[in-house]
């Protein structure tokens, strides 16, 4: 099993919230990643990480924002919820050019 | 085109067949390859590496082909428990964009 966490698994929220998604890797990987995917359709990298006070965004434009002030944090935040954020959220983190782990995923939804 | 392409099925094949899906790949600088398999509403777990020489793990086996871009995954015997998305991955050098993900086939093992 990867160590790769991801909290909380499932979060109802209403519209206008601020939310964290938490993620956290003890396998100590610099690069870390946060995936979007709606059921049945293709993963979206929105956000990601070659190390401590790195971020870089993906190729799917995100209203999101993430930090990286620890290796082995690396939480994602939207300030304002709304319906259209309503998906899926999955962190992943690798260690350079081999496989890498994901969290359980995070399932958003936004009423 | 497409970094990675995958055909995204659905594949029908009824139990104790054998099924092979391929991957194409338009980056001649990538260096490695992974099979993921990803169960409805569940993160995308490593099924396996793929090897130059390729390689075999139970009734699973992947192969490489540098000349034409492409990996293969072959299932023998096939359960029902096979019933699921299989994601091929390639990396490249540096950066998550070294990271990219087909959109995956979907297989469905019929009893």
């Known amino acids: 099993e990867a160590d790769i966490y991801q909290t909380p698994r499932y979060l109802v929220i209403g519209t206008g919230k601020k939310i964290t998604l938490e993620c956290s890797q003890t396998m100590g990987h610099d690069k870390m990643y946060w995936y979007q995917q709606d059921p049945g359709m293709e993963l979206h990298l929105i956000h990601y990480?070659?190390?401590?006070?790195?971020?870089e965004k993906g190729d799917l434009s995100s209203e999101s924002t993430v930090s990286r002030i620890r290796t082995e944090h690396f939480p994602l935040t939207l300030e304002s919820a709304r319906p259209s954020h309503t998906s899926q959220y999955l962190c992943a983190s690798s260690a350079g050019q081999v496989e890498a782990f994901f969290g359980q995923g995070t399932r958003l939804t936004v009423v | 085109r497409k970094e990675v392409e995958q055909d995204p099925g659905p594949f029908n094949v009824p139990e104790g067949a054998t099924v092979a899906f391929n991957c194409t790949y338009s980056n001649s600088a990538s260096q490695s390859f992974f099979w993921y398999r990803q169960d409805c509403r569940k993160e995308p777990k490593l099924l396996m590496s793929?090897?130059?020489s390729g390689n075999e793990d139970g009734r699973f086996t992947a192969q490489l082909n540098r000349a034409s871009q492409y990996i293969s995954l072959l299932i023998r015997d096939s359960k029902l428990s096979d019933s699921a998305t299989y994601l091929c991955v390639v990396t490249t050098g540096g950066g998550a964009d070294g990271l990219t993900f087909g959109k995956g086939t979907h297989l469905i093992i019929q009893p």
């Open positions: 990480s070659y190390g401590v006070n790195s971020t």
């Open positions: 793929v090897y130059s």
